[in-house]
């Protein structure tokens, strides 16, 4: 069976540090990959999609970046941090356009 | 562009009664659409996914179903209990975008 995973599972970061937030897969192959936040009261917003290895598409301008090394792995970066990035990360992975499976996720606190 | 709304934005309801969520879509063009539990500080998890040709999906306690030409999806809950307490979300894929449009969600709390 697929599983997926998240980590740190918590993050607590000083404004201008970097970020790197891991993601991975098992038990599938060239799965679609997704990274997704979720803010405080407000709905999810997908950040980043890839559907191969270093094919990742941007949905959002913003102060982050996403990078897929591997097939099941997918890394959520930034080199310097603001306040506003933080919030929920959640990944997620899917078979072509079927049903989402979502890991985890991370809370991230930017001081 | 895909805007998806859910109705109520919360509800609170006694141990055993059965009860409805309402999600509604503005454009019909979809793949399919999925119902999603989220308890607080946690993942979502996958509930139902039902494709575009079809008119209802169920697993046990839940029944999902789709009018794809009124832009509308309900998830019945038969014989609420308090682990059903949790964050309903229902996203649509939309054939214009190729991706998850989600709603916010409504809270659900079951009291015994």
């Known amino acids: 069976s697929q599983t997926i995973h998240q980590w740190p599972a918590t993050l607590v970061q000083p404004v201008g540090s970097p970020l790197s937030l891991e993601c991975t897969v098992e038990g599938t192959s060239n799965p679609n990959l997704y990274w997704y936040r979720q803010a405080a009261g407000r709905g999810l917003q997908l950040l980043f999609y890839s559907v191969g290895i270093g094919q990742i598409s941007s949905e959002v301008p913003q102060n982050l970046s996403a990078s897929r090394p591997q097939d099941r792995q997918f890394i959520l970066s930034s080199k310097k941090l603001l306040l506003s990035d933080s919030g929920f990360y959640l990944c997620?992975?899917?078979?072509?356009?079927?049903?989402?499976?979502f890991g985890p996720g991370t809370r991230l606190t930017v001081l | 562009k895909q805007e998806v709304t859910q109705i109520p934005a919360a509800l609170s309801v006694p141990e055993g009664e059965n009860l409805v969520l309402n999600c509604s879509f503005t454009?019909?063009?979809?793949?399919?659409l999925q119902w999603f539990r989220q308890d607080p500080g946690k993942g979502l998890t996958s509930l139902l996914l039902i494709q575009s040709s079809q008119r209802e999906q169920t697993s046990g306690r839940l029944n999902a179903s789709l009018d794809k030409s009124s832009g509308r999806s309900t998830l019945y809950i038969a014989a609420s209990q308090p682990g059903d307490s949790a964050t309903y979300l229902c996203a649509v894929n939309s054939e214009d975008t190729d991706k998850l449009i989600f709603g916010t969600g409504t809270r659900l709390q079951v009291f015994p």
């Open positions: 454009d019909s063009a979809i793949y399919n």
């Open positions: 997620a992975w899917s078979e072509g356009i079927n049903e989402q499976f």
